[in-house]
C-alpha cells in the first residue's frame, strides 16, 4: 500500500469510535424520503464540528459541502442517500430504529 493509503487507514481507525455513534444514532433516528430535515441538521452540525462550510438545500433535506482553501486542483464528489425505508427495524440492538415502521435497511 502507498504512504496515503496508510495515513487514510490510520486516520479512519483514530476515528473509528466517532464514526461509529454517527452510524449509530442515524440508524436509531431514521426519516423516509421527503422527510429528512433532522438527518440533515444533524450531518450539517457533524460537519460544521470538523470545520466544514455547510448548506442546506433541497428544502432543508440534503447537505452539501464546499472545502476553503483548496485552490484550482482536482476534487471529488461523495453522494449518499440519507432517507431511510418504511419498513420494520427486527434487530435488537441497542442502535435500533425508534421510529416505528421505519429503518435504514439499505446496507
Do not use: N
Request: hydrophobic residues 30%; aromatic residues 4%; glycine residues 12%.
Amino acid at each position: 500500500m502507498s504512504d496515503w493509503t496508510h495515513r487514510i487507514d490510520d486516520h479512519v481507525e483514530s476515528i473509528r469510535g466517532r464514526l461509529t455513534a454517527i452510524r449509530r444514532h442515524l440508524h436509531s433516528h431514521p426519516e423516509p424520503s421527503g422527510e429528512e430535515h433532522e438527518t440533515a441538521r444533524y450531518l450539517a452540525d457533524v460537519l460544521r464540528d470538523e470545520g466544514f462550510e455547510v448548506t442546506l438545500v433541497a428544502g432543508g433535506r440534503g447537505v452539501v459541502i464546499e472545502p476553503s482553501g483548496q485552490g484550482d486542483g482536482p476534487r471529488v464528489a461523495f453522494r449518499g442517500d440519507i432517507d431511510a425505508l418504511r419498513v420494520t427495524d427486527e434487530k435488537r440492538v441497542e442502535y435500533r430504529s425508534t421510529v416505528d415502521g421505519v429503518t435504514h435497511a439499505c446496507g
